[in-house]
């Protein structure tokens, strides 16, 4: 497994300088220095960040996330903010020098990606949350961006990315092939999106029954995670298979020409009848591939608006298991990052078969802090899930 370039968008020596900083956590019995991991696997260098320890624990009533959002996501000092919108830019180069010039002129501290092409723009960044706010309300004004749907987190330790990367990119995100082939500016070749509450309702009513059924070809629902194996360790919708990639630039579900493919959810799936539910972080990569699965005939496609963040903010916890893996350097947000009334919920929801998926990559015992650790040889960078005890049995100070 390695480092998708939808993560970082940097390789060789940076990509392992980041890879660093992206530090998993460890207990608090160890001191604020360097530490490596020893296996006959790779070595696994991170350093003390304790004090994310309590925030990243599966969202269990065992292991409540004490960490409580206020009301307002402007209301913290650094936020994360991430959206996209497909619209047609004429002269996507001169776009990106309007927006760099604002940026400047106005001397906003921001770090982040910010890609824009013919298709449109996709955003992820951090910053003081009046810098960031004001970036996207100079947007806004501009009715082709008048109605982008934007998601915004806290930051507790500051910026999340190390950089900021503003450019044209040919694809806004990176998939096999490319995405100018796609039809993308034309709303009914994509998916039809779903509200958090429709998308709630949909889950709730199928969960129980066809989620379950063993054979594709007599399903009314699939649920489709799309995005990758290590998103889905660390939490997922119940009834989600795991996807079989490591980069979605990869991702084939639905494609395979025999429709034989024990890990393809899709296999033969009855395309004209079968509803398709997809899901992802932010929504960009489920519209991305709604597309193509149009194109292959899929007539029944539905995206979850917003993505799964957009749902925490709006459902909480209900119908997901465990935390939300994001691509900057916290790595991992319990849901009531996003949502005041999780812990509640948490509380009175009892501990089901499904909760306890997260496995150590060791032992493969459970684990109860959902954040991954970053393998540091280049040749590997293996994200991976690590238990206590494992740790401990396996650390040694440099």
């Given at each position: 497994m390695r480092w998708c370039s939808q993560v970082f968008?940097?390789?060789?020596?940076?990509?392992?300088?980041h890879a660093l900083a992206l530090a998993p956590i460890v207990t608090a019995s160890f001191s604020n220095t360097s530490l490596v991991l020893q296996f006959q696997k790779p070595l696994f260098k991170f350093s003390n960040s304790s004090s994310l320890a309590?925030?990243?624990?599966?969202?269990?009533?065992?292991?409540?996330?004490l960490t409580q959002p206020s009301s307002s996501r402007e209301d913290f000092d650094f936020v994360v903010v991430n959206f996209y919108h497909f619209v047609?830019?004429?002269?996507?180069?001169?776009?990106?020098?309007?927006?760099?010039?604002?940026?400047?002129?106005?001397?906003?501290d921001i770090n982040g990606r910010l890609y824009l092409n013919e298709q449109g723009i996709n955003a992820q960044y951090s910053g003081p949350s009046k810098d960031a706010m004001t970036y996207v309300n100079w947007l806004r004004k501009d009715n082709r961006f008048s109605d982008i749907l934007v998601q915004i987190s806290p930051s507790e330790k500051g910026h999340t990315f190390p950089t900021l990367k503003l450019r044209y990119k040919p694809s806004l995100v990176q998939f096999e092939g490319g995405m100018s082939h796609l039809s993308l500016l034309d709303p009914s070749m994509r998916a039809i999106p779903l509200s958090p509450s429709e998308w709630r309702d949909r889950l709730e009513s199928i969960n129980k029954t066809d989620l379950t059924a063993k054979d594709n070809s007599n399903r009314n629902y699939i649920l489709l995670d799309v995005r990758n194996g290590y998103e889905w360790d660390i939490g997922h919708f119940?009834?989600?298979?795991?996807?079989?990639?490591d980069c979605f630039r990869n991702t084939s579900f639905g494609l395979s020409r025999e429709e034989i493919t024990a890990s393809d959810p899709l296999s033969n799936v009855d395309k004209e009848k079968a509803n398709i539910l997809m899901y992802c972080t932010g929504g960009i990569r489920c519209d991305v591939y709604s597309s193509i699965l149009r194109q292959q005939g899929f007539q029944n496609l539905y995206t979850l608006k917003g993505g799964v963040s957009h749902y925490l903010k709006n459902e909480g916890p209900a119908e997901w298991v465990g935390n939300l893996f994001v691509f900057d350097?916290?790595?991992?947000?319990?849901?009531s990052i996003y949502y005041t009334g999780a812990t509640t919920e948490a509380e009175s929801t009892p501990v089901s078969g499904d909760d306890n998926f997260a496995k150590c990559y060791v032992c493969s015992l459970e684990v109860s802090e959902l954040r991954h650790r970053n393998c540091a040889n280049l040749d590997c960078n293996l994200l991976f899930l690590l238990c206590h005890a494992d740790a401990a049995d396996n650390v040694q100070r440099i």
């Open positions: 968008s940097v390789s060789g020596s940076g990509a392992h300088a309590l925030t990243h624990r599966k969202l269990l009533p065992s292991a409540l996330p047609f830019i004429q002269d996507p180069q001169a776009e990106v020098d309007k927006h760099r010039s604002f940026l400047q002129l106005e001397g906003l119940r009834g989600a298979q795991r996807p079989s990639v350097s916290r790595l991992s947000l319990p849901p």
